[in-house]
């Protein structure tokens, strides 16, 4: 039997209510202090919980900080893949690309913590290192689909597009860090036209006949 209701709440809502505290109070700090700011304590003291409470959802603070990380990763493709829907089958490359990089920037926008947990503060940790390489991947392996799909890549050209798609993942994660910094001066519509301008010029030198 199920625990009845405390307060008219049951106790898997309870559990779920502290899971979201936990996994909020550790994106804020890893924010806001970095990833050595960002102890188990801290967290515990930052969600207004015991620590106990903690392990009925995370085994460790490696695995609270890898759901916070994955978290924002699904949250920025889904919100890309939503922008390529919303460009319409129609649509060319360069608006394909702008409207799902404004997608995504938009995602940012709502919440600036996600992007500096994401670009920045996961360098920090081995953990989190290790997760960005293979976010990184699987958004290049992303930009090679889509090139495919909106250009007609030769044979024997598959070495190119991995090197320009990684190019292109990797220089947009650099500029968008530059403009966390404030060292990149530009709108979010500015930085998703340069975004998509640059896509289509290395999707066009990418379907080029190799020499």
């Given amino acids: 039997m199920s625990p009845r209701p405390y307060g008219g709440v049951t106790a898997d809502r309870r559990r779920a209510d502290r899971r979201a505290a936990l996994l909020d109070a550790a994106l804020d700090l890893l924010a806001k202090e970095g990833v050595r700011g ?3 304590r801290a967290v515990c003291a930052r969600a207004g919980l015991n620590p106990r409470y903690f392990y009925e959802s995370f085994t460790d603070l490696d695995a609270l900080l890898a759901e916070v990380h994955d978290r924002i990763v699904a949250e920025i493709a889904e919100a890309a893949a939503r922008g390529v829907a919303a460009a319409g089958p129609d649509a060319g490359l360069r608006a394909t690309v702008r409207s799902a990089a404004m997608a ?3 995602t940012g926008r709502a919440d600036p913590r ?5 670009l920045v503060e ?3 940790s081995p953990v989190l290192r290790a997760r960005q390489h293979a976010a990184r991947r699987d958004y290049t392996r992303r930009v090679i689909e889509y090139a495919r799909t909106f250009s007609d890549i030769p044979p024997g050209a598959d070495a190119r597009v991995h090197f320009i798609a990684t190019m ?3 220089g947009w994660n650099e500029n968008l860090i ?4 404030g060292e990149l001066q530009t709108t979010l519509s500015g930085l998703a036209d340069m975004f998509a301008d640059a896509a289509e010029a290395l999707a066009t030198h990418a379907a ?4």
């Fill in 122 to 124: 996961a360098t920090a």
């Fill in 178 to 181: 530059a403009w966390l910094d």
């Fill in 38 to 40: 960002t102890s188990l």
């Fill in 208 to 211: 080029a006949r190799p020499r």
């Fill in 114 to 118: 996600k992007i500096r947990v994401m």
């Fill in 168 to 170: 292109l993942v990797a």
């Fill in 104 to 106: 995504a920037l938009d």
